[in-house]
């Protein structure tokens, strides 16, 4: 069924997700008419379940966070490593350097999370269509007019527009159709994950904790990930060959093989009872060559998607709506929708996004949190303004110097080339 189909809104926004949720919910707050279009007429599944606390001002923004504060997702307070050998690090608390109630964040289940901030996004005045495939983005020379959309009876329309806002994830239509995608060389990883309820949790205030655990001779390294209603998000990471080769076997038969190597997560799922089926994806890191053209921005993972292992995903989503957000309205009030005004947020933004992706290059070359603390004590407030999602200051710039080093110390101990951020 379709709701609220408007020929000429201001503003088109393809995909419900984070991302175009977010820029839709702000964009309609400022009194511009904003159509987002989802394909999904329910709940739709999704990975990336784990918040960084730093969402919790764009959730702010968006009239989400007393929603998000009555809502029974699990609260989430730290982030904990667990080596290959089974040695579990202190948890990293995020109000060791904040104790506003920011620090604290929530694992959520993506279906209820999507769900509520599209909901919102309605209350805030944004129209919404479900069941509507967007085929194809308009354009006029470079310019991009409008959306052509399949229905779900098969009848395909043309809806025009000002701006087009491409949030459809992975898929990003207009990066696939412009030519614009660029795989990073560095993380040519994959990902297989199930659910279990009734498996080990901890105790008080690390019960939602996200715990880290790497595998023997770190090939890989399953996250853990404790959710509301007994239920937890049980994955791992690796490289493509580990998991998908041709002599691999099932997915059930590598996610056995993977927990025989991770004792840590083995023991903590004994109790419980597999719920799931599996899911798997890969290849997953990789970036647009241009955040915006002239009518067009690409938003979340329609414009790159870094790694799972902490958890940025959906924080870059919501900040990268928020920016494009703003961007837009700056367009509109100037009068000029051009690539410049539609993307001036890009520089700042992969400022952040490449801080973050010093700290996943780190991991991958065997980098060592507590050593890098033990030698650089003044720097772990840096590491857990990291951990927490503070991407947009430059102080956090000063850890990377000595993380450099380590990690050059590390490539060339073990042959890796080093990633340059």
């Known amino acids: 069924m379709v709701h609220s189909l408007t020929k000429h809104p201001q503003i088109v926004v393809i995909g ?8 839709g919910t702000i964009c309609a707050q400022a009194g511009f008419s904003v159509q987002i279009l989802e394909r999904e007429k329910g709940p739709r599944f999704h990975i990336g379940e784990s918040l960084m606390p730093a969402t919790y001002w764009t959730l702010k923004r968006l009239g989400a966070l007393d929603k998000m504060k009555a809502s029974r997702f699990q609260k989430k307070y730290s982030v904990q490593f667990i080596s290959e050998s089974g040695k579990e690090s202190q948890p990293f608390y995020f109000f060791e350097n904040n104790p506003h109630e920011a620090s604290q964040t929530w694992q959520v289940v993506r279906e209820e999370f999507d769900s509520m901030l599209l909901d919102n996004a309605k209350e805030h005045g944004a129209m919404v269509s479900y069941g509507l495939r967007a085929l194809d983005v308009l354009m006029e020379g470079t310019r991009a007019v409008g959306v052509r959309v399949r229905d779900g009876n098969g009848q395909e329309k043309e809806i025009n527009c000002d701006v087009v ?33 009734g498996a080990s949790r901890e105790e008080g205030l690390d019960e939602g904790a996200t715990l880290v655990c790497a595998t023997k001779d770190k090939k890989g390294w399953f996250w853990y990930i404790p959710q509301h209603n007994d239920m937890l998000s049980v994955g791992v990471v690796s490289s493509m060959d580990e998991l998908f080769g041709p002599e691999c076997g099932t997915h059930e038969e590598v996610f056995l093989r993977e927990l025989e190597r991770c004792p840590a997560v083995m023991k903590r799922i004994q109790l419980g009872e597999r719920v799931g089926p599996f899911y798997s994806t890969k290849d997953f890191s990789y970036q647009s060559k241009q955040i915006s053209g002239p009518g067009w921005v690409l938003v979340g993972d329609a414009f790159g998607f870094l790694d799972p292992i902490y958890s940025s995903g959906v924080f870059l989503a919501l900040k990268s709506g928020e920016m494009a957000a703003d961007a837009i309205i700056m367009g509109f009030a100037r009068g000029n929708l051009d690539k410049h005004t539609l993307g001036s947020w890009e520089g700042e933004f992969l400022q952040g996004m490449n801080r973050m992706k010093r700290l996943v290059y780190a991991f991958y070359e065997g980098f060592n949190f507590g050593a890098f603390i033990r ?47």
């Not at 419900?16 to 820029?23: K, S």
């Not at 491409?166 to 994950?193: C, E, F, P, Y």
């Not at 590491?383 to 450099?404: C, H, Q, R, T, Y």
């Open 165 to 197: 806002v491409d949030a459809t994830g992975q898929s990003s239509l207009i990066m696939n159709k412009l030519g614009l995608k660029v795989a990073d060389k560095h993380l040519r990883k994959a990902s297989l994950w199930t659910y279990y309820k």
């Open 375 to 421: 030698k650089h004590p003044e720097m772990k407030r840096h590491i857990i303004d990291l951990l927490v999602g503070d991407l947009f200051k430059n102080s956090v710039d000063e850890v990377a110097l000595p993380m450099d080093a380590m990690r050059r110390e590390l490539c060339d101990a073990s042959g890796m080339e080093f990633a340059q951020v």
């Open 16 to 23: 419900g997700g984070p991302a175009g949720a977010t820029v």
